[in-house]
C-alpha cells in the first residue's frame, strides 16, 4: 500500500470508479440500462462459450489421465472441441481460437478474435491486437490428476470472466512492488468490474444454488491476491486512516460488493440466454 510521504495524487484514484459504478447500479435512464444489460448479457454469452470449450476440454484430459495415458497440455485437447474451421496455426506452430464465423453473433463492439492459451498471467488486449490469453498452469501441471484437474478449472473459469469483461471495460497495468500503482490498479472501474465478475463466477459455480451470502463471498475471495485486498486490507481500520488522503478504501469494498451481488443474481439470471454457435 502506498505510504503517506509520497507524493499525494491530484485527484483521489476512486473517484471515477465511484462515478461509473453508481450508474452502473443505479442507471439514470432506461436507455442506460438497457444498454449496461446488453452489453452484460453480451460478455456473459462469450465468456460462458469460451469456459464450456474449456470444459469440454478438461473432460477429454480427465479421461485421458483415468485411462494412464500420459495427459497432453490443455491446448491439444482444446483442437479437438473448438469448432475446426476457427483454429489457427501459424508457421512457427503457435495456435490461435477464432471466434469470427457466430451465427447469432454478440455485439458488433465486442471486437475480440482470438484466444490464447499461454503460461503466465492472463491478459485481454481489445484496443490493438484483439486477443485473450488464458492462463493454462493450474490445468497443465505435471502432477495434476481428474478430480485437482476439474477443481482448477475453476480458477480458469474466473480468468476467463475478468478477462472477457476487459473487452467493453478496459483495464489499468500495474508494476509489481509499486503499491501506488497497485493501488491505481485495484481502484481502477474495469478491473472493478472485471474481478467483481470473477468473484460472482466463483460464487455461483461453489454455491449454485443458494443466495447471495456475504460472509461465504469474503471467504471465497480472500482466497485470491484482489480478494485479500479488497475484503482483508481495505477493511483495516488503521489502513483506512493511513491512506484515506489516496482513495476511501472502505468505499471500495462497499462498492465491489454491490457489484458482485448484482453480477451474481445476473448471471443466474443469464443462464437462460441462447448459446452462441457457429455458422455450419
Not at 459455480?205 to 482466497?223: H, M, R, T
Request: aromatic fraction near 12%; proline fraction near 5%.
Amino acid at each position: 500500500m502506498p505510504t503517506p510521504e509520497q507524493k499525494k495524487p491530484a485527484i483521489k484514484f476512486d473517484e471515477a470508479a465511484k462515478t461509473s459504478i453508481e450508474n452502473w447500479l443505479n442507471p439514470k435512464s432506461k436507455e442506460e440500462h438497457e444498454e449496461s444489460q446488453r452489453k452484460d448479457k453480451d460478455l456473459f454469452r462469450f465468456a460462458r462459450y469460451i469456459r464450456e470449450h474449456f470444459e469440454m476440454a478438461i473432460e477429454l484430459k480427465a479421461t485421458d489421465i483415468l485411462a494412464g495415458k500420459p495427459p497432453r497440455q490443455i491446448e491439444e485437447y482444446l483442437q479437438e472441441v473448438w469448432p475446426k474451421k476457427l483454429v489457427e496455426i501459424d508457421k512457427d506452430g503457435a495456435v490461435s481460437f477464432t471466434f469470427d464465423g457466430f451465427s447469432n453473433t454478440v455485439s458488433d463492439d465486442l471486437s475480440v478474435q482470438q484466444l490464447h492459451c499461454i503460461t503466465g498471467q492472463s491478459s485481454c488486449n481489445s484496443n490493438f491486437f484483439n486477443f485473450i490469453s488464458i492462463n493454462t498452469e493450474p490445468i497443465d501441471s505435471e502432477d495434476i490428476d481428474a478430480d485437482k484437474l476439474r477443481k482448477a478449472m475453476k480458477r480458469v473459469a474466473v480468468d476467463i470472466t475478468h478477462e472477457v469483461e476487459h473487452c467493453f471495460y478496459p483495464g489499468k497495468d500495474y508494476t509489481s512492488g509499486d503499491k501506488i500503482s497497485l493501488l491505481k490498479y485495484l481502484s481502477n472501474r474495469g478491473e472493478m468490474r472485471a474481478h467483481a465478475k470473477g468473484f460472482a463466477r466463483a460464487y455461483v459455480d461453489n454455491f449454485p444454488s443458494e443466495k447471495f451470502d456475504y460472509g461465504k463471498l469474503k471467504a471465497l475471495a480472500l482466497q485470491t491476491p484482489a480478494g485479500q485486498n479488497y475484503f482483508g486490507s481495505f477493511l483495516d481500520p488503521k489502513k483506512q486512516q493511513l491512506y484515506r488522503e489516496y482513495c476511501d478504501l472502505q468505499s471500495l469494498h462497499d462498492m465491489m460488493v454491490a457489484l458482485v451481488r448484482k453480477f451474481t443474481e445476473d448471471f443466474r439470471a443469464f443462464e437462460a440466454l441462447p448459446p452462441l454457435t457457429t455458422k455450419q
